[in-house]
């Protein structure tokens, strides 16, 4: 129960009407830690609940002591969207409590955000890029920082951010408390984590605890890129699909999935980096009231979405990595609720879903639907080892004579 962590009665209260009432591991395991003041490493995914297990902590520990008017936590973020969401959730668990939160992103009016950071500000929440523009521009002043969060440390340095980040740190206060949550610690987030951080305490919640063992997952094969729109509209069409999400590859097949969707009067938009952000934010706004039943996706663009209800997450286009099949399901089953995660494989994937299989440490279920069953198989890549022992390429045999013709040359030429 969140009563037993010892946070402050309000955000207990809050998280209550939020109809919460069981942490995760993540939270269970993070929050202790982070009240008694300690710096962090959780290694946890998206859907397990950790942005609650940053925020909560963070709300308790800014209620313990009056506001002034700098900054006392900083909170980094890779993307926009997940900015917003969350400065949404902060906003949530605190609306019990008096605080104010500013979110500084791009797409939106830097006039607006330097109002914003005019009054007294306690939280702040960045994208990287635009928190190093407020603070070349002579804006910010970060030194009363206390807490700094880097949340998706991992994605920020795929993103190219690492400079910043370090730009950023050393803006804040030396005695500050440091909080890093990434799906994945490579030897890149652990230089990050020796510069940053002082004695952390490691969290790693398990793949078993954080498999998202309420969500049914299936996979079709699909004989080619016909099949698998007739599958995709079979579904949307015949299930009871309250709201899903459904994942492209690339921004163009994201506009055209849609568009083509929507030509079938089925409720549709598209997101992508592409989009302004207005129009980004208006979505996903749409999407949560239930204006759009169907919201077409890149991996980027939807990294981060924290939507309650929707049902079902189809995967139309596999993942380029792996991890990122972890945070597309991980948009439904959210909440402590079921959902369905449905992924479209065609023959040639077959290397690349045993990848997505291993990281998971379980294989998918694959099942078919009646009058459009596949007429093609999945088919494996030999392994390299067992195609150069089964068959010598012409090329091969050429090489192999003129490194035997070598060595007899130099065999002669020795003797002399």
């Given amino acids: 129960m969140f009563a037993q962590l010892n946070l402050n009665p309000a955000i207990v209260k809050a998280i209550k009407v939020c109809g919460y009432t069981q942490p995760t591991p993540i939270q269970e395991r993070s929050i202790p830690e982070i009240l008694s003041g300690k710096d962090i490493v959780a290694s946890a995914q998206t859907g397990t609940g950790k942005t609650a297990a940053f925020v909560l902590p963070t709300l308790h520990h800014l209620s313990q002591s009056p506001s002034h008017r700098k900054a006392r936590v900083l909170i980094l973020t890779p993307t926009r969207e997940l900015a917003n969401q969350i400065t949404t959730a902060t906003s949530t668990y ?97 230089r990050v984590i020796n510069q940053l951080l002082k004695n952390p305490v490691w969290i790693n ?36 699909i309250f709201k899903a999400i ?39 706004e749409r999407l949560r009231q239930g204006k759009i039943q169907f919201l077409v996706a890149t991996d980027v663009a939807a990294r981060g979405l924290d939507i309650d209800d929707i049902t079902h997450v189809i995967n139309y286009d596999l993942p380029k990595f792996s991890e990122d099949y972890i945070h597309r399901i991980g948009r439904t089953g959210r909440a402590g609720k079921t959902g369905t995660a449905i992924s479209f494989v065609l023959p040639i994937e077959a290397t690349h879903l045993k990848r997505i299989e291993r990281y998971l440490g379980q294989p998918l279920s694959f099942t078919t639907v009646s009058g459009l069953e596949p007429t093609r198989q999945l088919t494996m ?36």
Avoid at 259 to 284: E, F, P, V
């Fill in 205 to 240: 919640v398990s793949d078993k605890e954080l498999a998202p063992t309420q969500i049914k997952q299936e996979a079709y094969i699909v004989d080619n890129m016909q099949h698998k729109t007739k599958l995709l509209r079979h579904f949307l069409t015949n299930q009871q």
């Fill in 246 to 284: 459904i994942f492209a590859s690339t921004k163009v097949n994201v506009d055209n999935l849609a568009k083509d969707l929507y030509k079938l009067g089925l409720s549709t938009a598209a997101l992508h980096g592409d989009l302004k952000q207005n129009i980004r934010n208006k979505t996903i």
């Fill in 381 to 416: 890549k030999q392994d390299k080892w067992k195609s150069k022992k089964k068959k010598t390429r012409p090329h091969d045999k050429n090489n192999h004579h003129q490194k035997r013709k070598r060595h007899a040359n130099s065999k002669r030429s020795h003797s002399t």
């Fill in 94 to 190: 605190g609306k019990f409590l008096r605080f104010n939160v500013v979110s500084l992103v791009g797409g939106t009016s830097y006039h607006q955000q330097f109002r914003n950071l005019s009054r007294p500000v306690d939280i702040i929440v960045a994208t990287p890029g635009r928190l190093i523009d407020h603070i070349t521009n002579h804006r910010l002043d970060l030194s009363a920082i206390e807490v700094l969060i880097l949340d998706e440390a991992d994605r920020m340095l795929d993103m190219g951010f690492i400079d910043d980040i370090k730009i950023i740190a050393k803006k804040t206060s030396t005695n500050r408390q440091t909080l890093l949550f990434s799906a994945t610690v490579d030897n890149r987030v652990t």
